[in-house]
């Protein structure tokens, strides 16, 4: 249902009648999009008229049927301009526009082909140098590299102690036996601390 029906049987069910009604203008843009507004004249409102309901109108410029320019800021009309000026406009600053292009000489033409001959010859030698500096870091960085793994290689190759090796004249000899210090000496115990000491 349509919002004007809505309201229409709203009146009806309260009786009211409106004394006053107002009528709007309609005009189309030169896309047939329909624009709805009391009076097309500056700072009233404008919307665009849909099935459902009307859209206040995006700022901007639209041009309508009869080759008029709408200027519209935030829905409200700002100006109304004829195309016949805006085209004008147009077609003296293109005029002014020509006027101020120079075209250059065949000398200075041939001036700028040996310039560029010459900066493109700088930047092929420039990109000359560089691969060659990149060359140079490179055969140096490997250099340093395989240094680096010859020296790991060596250090993997060593063993990680020295070997542990038996020295039975190095051992400190102790005197008897600690074990059963306190029992009671017995005749072989006197012998073998006599052969001990001897």
């Known amino acids: 249902m349509k919002a004007t029906e809505m309201l229409n049987k709203v009146k009806d069910l309260l009786g009211v009648e409106l004394?006053?009604?107002?009528?709007?203008?309609?005009?189309?843009?030169?896309?047939?999009?329909?624009?709805?507004?009391?009076?097309?004249?500056?700072?009233n409102e404008v919307f665009i008229v849909t099935e459902d309901e009307k859209v206040p109108v995006p700022s901007g410029e639209y041009q309508l049927e009869d080759?008029?320019?709408?200027?519209?800021?935030?829905?409200?009309?700002?100006?109304?301009?004829?195309?016949?000026?805006?085209?004008?406009?147009?077609?003296?600053?293109?005029?002014?526009?020509?006027?101020?292009?120079?075209?250059?000489?065949?000398?200075?033409?041939?001036?700028?082909?040996?310039?560029?001959?010459?900066?493109?010859?700088?930047?092929?030698?420039?990109?000359?140098?560089?691969?060659?500096?990149?060359?140079?870091?490179?055969?140096?960085?490997?250099?340093?590299?395989?240094?680096?793994?010859?020296?790991v290689k060596e250090e993997l190759s060593k063993p990680a102690a020295e070997p542990i090796k038996h020295n039975p004249e190095g051992e400190v000899k102790k005197d008897g036996y600690l074990y059963a210090q306190n029992r009671r000496r017995t005749t072989k115990d006197r012998v073998l601390e006599r052969i001990v000491n001897f």
């Open 67 to 151: 080759g008029k320019i709408l200027v519209v800021e935030e829905g409200i009309i700002s100006d109304i301009k004829e195309m016949e000026e805006e085209v004008e406009e147009e077609a003296t600053s293109d005029e002014e526009e020509m006027k101020e292009e120079v075209y250059a000489s065949k000398d200075e033409v041939s001036e700028l082909k040996a310039i560029i001959e010459d900066l493109k010859a700088k930047l092929e030698l420039k990109d000359q140098e560089v691969a060659e500096e990149i060359g140079l870091a490179m055969t140096t960085m490997l250099s340093e590299q395989e240094k680096v793994e010859e020296a």
């Open 19 to 43: 004394s006053e009604e107002v009528k709007l203008e309609q005009m189309k843009l030169e896309n047939g999009t329909v624009l709805e507004a009391e009076a097309f004249e500056k700072d």
